[in-house]
């Protein structure tokens, strides 16, 4: 696979902290990251204070029960919320600092999303979705973007469908043209939430197998999961409860 | 090589056909009638006043009760203030259309208004043009004004009966058609005009000499001297004994009715501003309507990195689209609708088209509001549609297991 491990080396600030971990760079740091909703029951507090370092080509399970705060705090690591209280950097960038336009620049050269119910536009083709993201973020010149997402569809496996409509192919042909619409922009980053949530147990199997390709290549995931199974495959499984991180086990 | 946002505007108006002709066909309307509301209005008064311009109207008109002669249209043409006169006698008659066969009361009475010019071949003011048939009238025969034909419903080639002021009754022949665009069309006066040599006069019953004077002032083109005019002309009338009952003063270059023909244009200018409100309040309909439908998509392009502005775009090229095709329609239809427009306004004012030219501003026009309507439209439903977060598109669409309700929809 040609997608490259992260280019630059650890943000300057985080090796002069003295906090540089033995064993790798931190790409991740959430500092006391607090974060309320005002619900129509009251307020609620998802995330009452939560820190995490993840290093550079880490596969990282989220896990805990629903409800538990795990949507919340990928959300805090992409960008797509905001923290009502805390810090998060993520490769050098003070993500709880961004502005909405500067948010979504940032994430789509830095950060791959994939979501649990895949959201490919309906009205584009598998191809054309890989596309989108790289002409949003103009790193790759537009007569390059069409070979790059044909290439990105070949390494998930699905560039035999790439002219049909994402309602033309299955659950799990969908979320891979997901991931590979995430790595258009080759970020180093990807943030999974309930990635396999709607497929059945052996689609997920194969599409936890693309995600573990990824780390292998050196890509730094963090994968929100119910599924216990999969969890027990990750180097790394962070348990949350109400908000906190009650178990982090490698 | 197209960018995939591309793509998406296309698909999204190709996918949804009937939204999208919908809208074309709503703008479509309004530019339609605006192009060719405003592309006869241009065409119209050119026109008109290239028309009249070539009858040389009079600036004043006075009727007297008692006839007047050669030598008193000398002493108004040597007036300083004035360009030059006319002498002409007009009265009305009665006339019916002599049916074969039929008794006296096949037909009732219906009026006539008789002009009755000395020199057809050298009319220098309200010039009247033969149009067809004999010219200028022969002797004991009658010419119809063309617009007035259809009052008059006999043909020309028919004989109708006239009964004179003296009620005696005369055999004429219509003989030909003129066009006199100094008179009111007749269809909106109501009274049909006929025209005779002036050596038919007696024969009808009528003395020899004229009873109405036309003239044109000097400088004519305003108004108040064309007033002062009038009066000085009508003074002059009165110490030569002659009673006036009635003068009138013509709007500068301007016909009759060009009021009426303005304030026709300015209604059908109404409905098309009208039917371009419709359509702007159909494009913020369907616009947000879109928008509502498409948050989750604009969420999740925010997620993978569109910036609002870029997402803007999408949707303002998008209903610009909806403008190019509209006015591609729009465009050539209003041309056509601005030509049979003009027609047809022309013939109920009785003057004729020389030339068909489409204003150029009048296609600017439309290609402005063409562009400017729809986005202006669609401005605050496509503002107020991006300023959904991410997390609000996400949260609302449930993406967050079981978050149904907290989203934005519920706060709004
Ligand atoms: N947009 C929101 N508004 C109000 N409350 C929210 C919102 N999103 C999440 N919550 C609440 O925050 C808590 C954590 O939610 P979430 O992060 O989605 O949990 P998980 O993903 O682990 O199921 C829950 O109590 C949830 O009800
Ligand atoms: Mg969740």
Known sequence: MFISPLKSPAPAHIAQDGRRDEEGVPLIELRQVVKKYQGAAGVVLALRGVDLRVKVGEFVAIVGKSGSGKSTLVNMITGIDRPTAGEIWVGGTAVHTLGEGQGAAWRGRHVAIVFQSFQLLPTLSVLQNVMLPMDFADRYPVREQRDRAMHLLEQVEIAEHAHKLPSAVSGGQQQRVAIARALANDPPLLVADEPTGNLDSSTARSVFRVFEDLVDQGKTIVMVTHDKDLAQRVERAVTLADGEIVDDRA | MIRARWYKVLNDLWGNKTRTILIVLSIAVGLFAVGMIVSSQAILSTELAKSYATINPSSGTLRTNEPFDDDFVQSV?????????????????RF??????????????????????????????????????????PEHELLIERAALQLIRAQVGDVVLIETPGRQVREMRISGLVHDLSQLPAPIDGTPYGYIAFDTLEWIGEPRGYNELHFVARDGADKDEAQRVVNLVKDKAEKSGLTIPMSMTAEPGQVPLNDVLQAILLLLGVLGVLSLLLSAFLIVN???????????????????????????????????????????????????????????????????????HVPPQAIVLQVVIGLAVPVLASLVPILSGLRVTAAQAMNTLGLNNGQFGKGFIDRL
Request: net charge positive.
């Open chain 2, 77 to 93: 043409r040597r007036m300083p203030e004035v360009q030059d006169a006319e002498g002409r006698r007009s009265f009305g008659v």
């Open chain 2, 96 to 137: 019916r259309v002599r049916s074969e066969g039929a008794g006296d009361q096949a037909e009732e009475w219906r009026n006539l208004q008789v002009f009755a010019v000395p020199d057809y071949a050298n009319m220098r003011i309200n010039k009247i043009r033969p149009v067809s048939g004999a010219w200028p009238p």
């Open chain 2, 286 to 356: 369907t616009i947000s309507a879109l928008l509502a439908q498409q948050v989750r998509q604009v969420g999740v392009m925010k997620a993978i990195g569109a910036r609002t502005r870029q997402i803007m775009g999408m949707y303002l090229v998008m209903v610009l689209i909806y403008g190019v095709v509209a006015l591609l329609l729009a465009v050539p239809l209003g041309t056509l609708g601005a030509r049979a427009l003009s027609r047809y306004m022309a013939s109920l004012f009785n003057f004729d088209l020389t030339a068909f």
